[in-house]
């Protein structure tokens, strides 16, 4: 069976880094995807990599606040990899928005439906629509360098979305839809359990503070040497995915490999 890869979204931060990284390091097709722009989005992950084969990169669109989209992404998937002989081995769910609301009274309605449209029911959208195209029980993995030994479904959650670790509180609405985002990791892992066996697992991953837009604001309040390049980021995010054992499922990790606590 062939192995291929998912990021998604790609067009920017640590999605846009984690697809370059893939196809520098290894040697499987990369699905990487944008709500519009997709020229711009394929020359942004191409730039600079010397020696990679463009055609392993295959630029899509899709949204997750419209699902006609994802549904037309999965059925151009199919048509690349059709499942008969390929199966999904790596897939980054990455899609993230922020409102930082510091107490009750700056909580507005429609900021937060937006930010669970995005950070919640984006990733449940996402295994919807692309879970389908992970290994079954019977499926016959393929080894390949820097990849991890079984497929990983990899969701983008936030240390902010633990409750054991929440001493400041604020941010109420991306609190909370991290917290859920760890909870689909592990209702979801449950369901890979039983159809895909130590074939697959899902985690929830942290990336440490990084420097993209959605963090931007607060960028002066967080010491230099923990302010991290999307680059950085990424590469330490594969590195504990590739990582990760049979008892590691599940459960949200962060940059380090250490356990974000639910």
Not at 61 to 80: F, G, I, K, N, Y
Not at 163 to 169: E, F, P, Q, T
Request: a neutral charge; proline letters at 6%.
């Amino acid at each position: 069976m062939n192995p291929w890869s998912l990021v998604t979204p790609a067009s920017r931060g640590i999605g846009l880094q984690i697809a370059r990284q893939i196809l520098q390091t290894s040697s499987v097709p990369v699905v990487a995807t944008a709500r519009k722009d997709l020229d711009q989005m394929k020359e942004n992950i191409l730039s600079g990599l010397d020696g990679v084969d463009e055609s392993r990169l295959h630029v899509l669109r899709a949204d997750v606040l419209d699902e006609s989209s994802l549904e037309e992404a999965a059925a151009q998937c199919t048509r690349l990899f059709p499942k008969k002989d390929h199966y999904l081995h790596l897939s980054f769910a990455v899609p993230g928005l922020l409102f930082p609301e510091k107490s009750p009274s700056q909580i507005k309605y429609d900021d937060a439906l937006l930010t669970f449209q995005t950070n919640t029911l984006g990733p449940l959208m996402l295994l919807k629509h692309f879970s389908p195209f992970l290994p079954r029980k019977a499926t016959k993995l393929a080894s390949i360098d820097n990849l991890p030994p079984g497929a990983v479904w990899a969701t983008m959650s936030a240390r902010v979305g633990s409750i054991s670790d929440n001493k400041l509180g604020g941010w109420y609405s991306y609190r909370a839809s991290k917290a859920a985002v760890n909870q689909i990791t592990k209702t979801f892992d449950n369901y890979l359990r039983t159809s895909a066996g130590e074939n697959a697992m899902a985690v929830a991953l942290h990336p440490g503070t990084v420097k993209t837009n959605l963090s931007k604001e607060f960028w002066g309040n967080v010491k230099e040497e923990k302010l991290f390049t999307p680059e950085y980021s990424a590469e330490k995010l594969l590195e504990v995915v590739r990582s990760r054992k049979e008892e590691d499922r599940g459960r949200c990790w962060d940059w380090k490999g250490e356990e974000v606590n639910p």
